[in-house]
């Protein structure tokens, strides 16, 4: 098994991204985001969200999930919520961790790992 890991820290509005080399490939591999702190600097309401996604393997844009809302786009923007975890072949993966609102900040990871 190979592994790559990267932290990812993100500020009220501003989206952090971060790609991943895929460990030994181009190869099939399993890839996921995970938020693990959520500083809500005021309060945690309506206006917060926290969001982490693949957008892209090997440049290529990931499927929308979600979309409208107060938090999101139209259907095809690009603001919208991409997949969360996936298996595919490939040789990069793109992650996305945002901090939606004015009053929030966030940690997660971006996790690829591969089974030769």
């Known amino acids: 098994m190979a592994a790559t890991v990267r932290e990812m820290f993100s ?7 971060v790609t991943i080399i895929v460990p030994g490939g181009p190869a099939v591999f399993l890839a996921w985001g995970t938020v693990t702190w959520i500083d809500s ?3 945690f309401d309506r206006d917060n969200a ?7 393997v090997n ?3 990931t499927l929308t999930r ?9 259907p095809g923007a690009f603001i919208n919520l991409h997949e969360g975890a996936l298996v595919r072949f490939g040789q990069t993966v793109t ?3 945002r901090a939606i609102g004015p009053d929030i900040n966030c940690f997660g990871y971006g996790i690829v790992i591969t089974n030769p």
């Open 11 to 17: 500020l009220p509005n501003v989206p952090t991204t």
């Open 41 to 43: 600097t005021i309060n």
């Open 50 to 56: 926290v969001a982490i996604d693949i957008t892209a």
């Open 59 to 61: 440049g290529i844009r």
């Open 66 to 74: 979600l979309s409208g809302g107060d938090h999101l786009g139209d």
């Open 95 to 97: 992650f996305r961790l």
